[in-house]
């Protein structure tokens, strides 16, 4: 999953990345309203993690801006992160077109839960459970098994399982792999993106089991059962 924090205080911004990307989240952040802004229509982000209390462009603005742009990007589900939890502020936060609203301070078990369930909304896909044959992903427990035992994977590889799992059937490219498991400062390999897909695809397929990640040469990659 990829993530757009527009937060101003550096702490607390600091706070959330180191946090989202402990549980293998690429994490882009904006101090400003005018920087978050601009990348939220620049780039693709699964959630927008944004702050009320921007110095110069406020949150509302940057949030009615962004609904106001004329591609895709300006569908992007918002959570909105603020002190300021007074009923007006969360409906005017909410009828500027944001998705979810979460008061300072707060949990971080409630907030990744949040941003998870914005993230099953995005795709389509309500049910936490995603089932390819006898591949099961728990997307609540973060969990994967395949046919009953379970499959232990690094936080990045269960990002890149769940990225492909919601796409099933769809061939997804190194550049969409690519631009949803690493950050902006990522310095990455040319060959990251294959490597990831080959210590994953060892994991999901022991000797003697179908196989259900399959390479697509020249286009990308697709999870399914074929």
């Known amino acids: 999953m990829h993530l757009l924090i527009i937060e101003d205080s550096e702490r607390f911004r600091r ?5 989202f990307r402990r549980v293998g989240y690429a994490v882009d952040v904006a101090a400003d309203g005018e920087d978050g802004l601009w990348k939220a229509r620049e780039f693709t982000y699964d959630v927008i993690l944004l702050d009320l209390m921007l110095p110069g462009l406020g949150g509302i603005e940057v949030l009615r801006q962004l609904r ?4 895709a990007r300006a569908e992007t589900h918002v959570l909105i992160l603020t002190a300021r939890d007074a009923v007006d502020d969360r409906v005017l936060g909410l009828r500027a077109g944001a998705d979810d ?7 971080f078990q409630e907030l990744l839960a949040r941003v998870e369930a914005l993230a099953r909304r995005a795709c389509g896909k309500k049910n936490p459970l995603l ?3 006898d591949l099961i992903l728990d997307r609540a427990a973060r969990t994967v098994t395949r046919d009953g035992a379970p499959i232990l ?6 990002g890149l399982l769940e990225f492909l799992a919601t796409r099933r059937g769809k061939v997804v490219s190194r550049t969409e792999i690519e631009a949803h498991l690493y950050d902006e ?3 990455l ?4 993106v294959d490597s990831a897909v080959y210590a994953l695809r060892r994991k999901l397929q022991p000797p003697g089991t179908a196989p259900l990640l399959h390479t697509r040469r020249g286009h990308g990659y697709v999870l399914d059962v074929l």
């Open 131 to 133: 089932e390819i044959g």
């Open 189 to 192: 390999m040319s060959n990251a």
């Open 185 to 187: 400062n990522a310095e």
């Open 101 to 107: 609203y979460l008061a300072k301070p707060f949990d």
């Open 68 to 71: 106001a742009s004329k591609d």
């Open 153 to 158: 994977l690094a936080p990045r590889e269960y």
């Open 15 to 19: 706070s959330l990345t180191v946090g």
